[in-house]
């Protein structure tokens, strides 16, 4: 949960990740034979194409294949990533020598297609993306959280609403333009209570820690989560939350030495609540057991608010609150190989906390974010339980823009089911749930799946009902109003795969057997000539 900076060790990093900063080049005529492909150092051979070239500290130059029959001059240079492509363009046709120079354009297939920002350190946020190449840890391509496909699926919504009790925000930040909530019902800076809800001038939230309407941060802590959460995504800057349109509620819950009561959490869970929050995350935690805490927990729960809270980082089973409370997702953290994050970058005595109450994990070390001290640092890197919780309130966040009436235990349910079991350490994280990853490492895409294509009759007027629902593989489907005929039932998986299929004839009671199918979420399709439902299966 501490910080670092980097200097140097930045660039190499960027060269190692995937770059699209590249340029196809057709010039009139070339003095040596370029052969099929070109270092940096020989380059091409044309002396001013060459300056220009030199000039923008171009990586790799390549011979593009044109065919035996043709001798044209073509190449594909790569630049490094965030160069101005229009003006190496431009410098290219002054030298007198090319035909022409345009964009390397990248393109995809026709089929389902992930959604990757334009945000400029994008690259640097492995836990949404991972190609396998960061440079500071252990490193598996695809150990993330599969966010370019999620937000394929779902980008957000301006009217949900993400609590965060923290340290504060970076208010002005340009990253947060836009997604700051604000109390529209109080009139700024009059020294009234207009709303009559308890706090004066909480105009932009409020600061528990110091019994005042500035929840500015002055520590960092609560930035970096915050921008986790909500940072302004494919804004062409800096880095991409993993929600781009919720409203961002700033509850300054610990001081800038990191240090709060529960009396300030029980308080900020009350506020966020009646001022209309849908998730609270809390990326905090204590060893006391306190029914204050408790009740306020209980409070959100039952009026419809999701909570996330960070497991803590010592290594340990030892219990921490409000992550122990039943109803609250409980979040363990994962390194850039997915294996829990034992230790942190920070100390050799650290490591992602485990137990009985975990509910899943998701990447939380050398997490990238936001500087609460500067609009345009990039450098600082952040590492706990703390970063993971966030990412896993961004997705409730998300999952809740698809559909506002779900309530917490489906939000919970929806993210532990879906995620990827057995993909740390295989001593730890074991078949099914386990104390150190719960039910596993989050999908953003899979869980997001759940609400594409289910779209489920109105209640009154379903024809069956499922139990048990969750189930371990057998589904007992009995119908509601009357024995139906010609019933034929169809399950598929997330992808769309058909894996049960069985037509009934005239039947009181049908039974479904996925105990051969791997734990997850499926697709129930009930059709006959009358009507058609469609209900969602969670294998545990």
Avoid at 290 to 313: E, G, K, P, R
């Amino acid at each position: 949960m501490l910080a670092i900076i980097l200097f140097s060790s930045i660039a190499s990093f960027g060269q190692n990740s995937k770059q699209t900063d590249r340029i196809i080049l057709k010039i009139k005529n070339e003095i040596a034979d370029p052969g099929k492909s070109r270092s940096k150092q020989n380059l091409i051979g044309n002396i001013r194409i060459d300056n220009v070239t030199q000039k923008f500290n171009a990586i790799k130059i390549n011979r593009q294949s044109i065919g035996k029959k043709s001798n044209a001059h073509i190449y594909v240079i790569q630049f490094p990533q965030g160069t101005d492509l229009k003006q190496v363009i431009d410098e290219y046709y002054k030298t007198g020598e090319t035909v022409y120079a345009e964009t390397d354009f990248v393109g995809s297939g026709g089929g389902t297609q992930g959604i990757v920002p334009n945000d400029q350190y994008y690259y640097l946020q492995w836990g949404l993306k991972n190609d396998g190449t960061f440079p500071y840890s252990p490193s598996i391509a695809g150990a993330d959280i599969d966010m370019e496909n999620g937000w394929s699926l779902e980008q957000g919504d301006s009217t949900i609403i993400v609590g965060i009790i923290d340290t504060g925000n970076k208010m002005d930040h340009p990253d947060f333009e836009g997604r700051i909530w604000k109390n529209y019902e109080e009139i700024p800076n009059n020294g009234i209570d207009d709303d009559n809800n308890g706090f004066v001038d909480d105009v932009q939230g409020w600061n528990f820690a110091n019994a005042n309407n500035d929840p500015t941060d002055g520590r960092g802590h609560g930035t970096n989560v915050t921008g986790i959460i909500g940072a302004n995504g494919n804004n062409s800057i800096l880095y991409a939350g993993v929600d781009w349109k919720c409203k961002l509620m700033i509850l300054k819950g610990l001081n800038n030495s990191n240090f709060g009561y529960y009396a300030w959490w029980a308080d900020a869970i009350y506020y966020a609540v009646d001022n209309g929050a849908n998730v609270i995350n809390m990326s905090l935690g204590g060893k006391g057991v306190s029914t204050t805490l408790q009740d306020a927990v209980n409070y959100a729960l039952d009026n419809n608010v999701v909570i996330a809270a960070c497991m803590m980082n010592t290594n340990s089973d030892t219990i921490y609150y409000p992550a122990k409370y039943a109803g609250v997702i409980a979040v363990g953290s994962t390194n850039p190989n997915d294996y829990r994050s034992n230790p942190f970058f920070w100390s050799p005595t650290s490591g992602s906390n485990y137990g009985s109450h975990i509910s899943v994990v998701a990447p939380g070390n050398y997490i990238y974010g936001l500087d609460y001290q500067s609009d345009t640092k990039y450098e600082s890197y952040w590492g706990g339980t703390s970063q993971a919780t966030p990412v896993v309130s961004g997705l409730a966040s998300l999952l809740l823009a698809q559909d506002k009436n779900r309530t917490p235990a489906q939000i919970k349910s929806i993210i532990e089911s879906t995620a990827e079991d057995q993909v740390g350490d295989p001593i730890e994280d074991t078949p099914g749930w386990d104390q150190y990853y719960g039910f596993g490492r989050i999908n953003a895409f899979d869980a997001l799946s759940v609400f594409t294509g289910i779209h489920t009759q109105d209640p009154q007027n379903e024809m069956v009902k499922v139990f048990p629902n969750p189930s371990k593989g057998i589904f007992n489907i009995l119908p509601q109003n009357a024995v139906l005929t010609n019933l034929n039932v169809q399950v598929f998986d997330l992808t769309g795969r058909l894996i049960f299929e069985k037509h009934f004839g005239q039947q009181n009671e049908y039974l479904i057997d996925l105990s051969h199918a791997d734990r997850g979420v499926y697709s129930l399709r009930l059709q006959n000539r009358e009507t058609l439902q469609t209900i969602k299966l969670i294998k545990n």
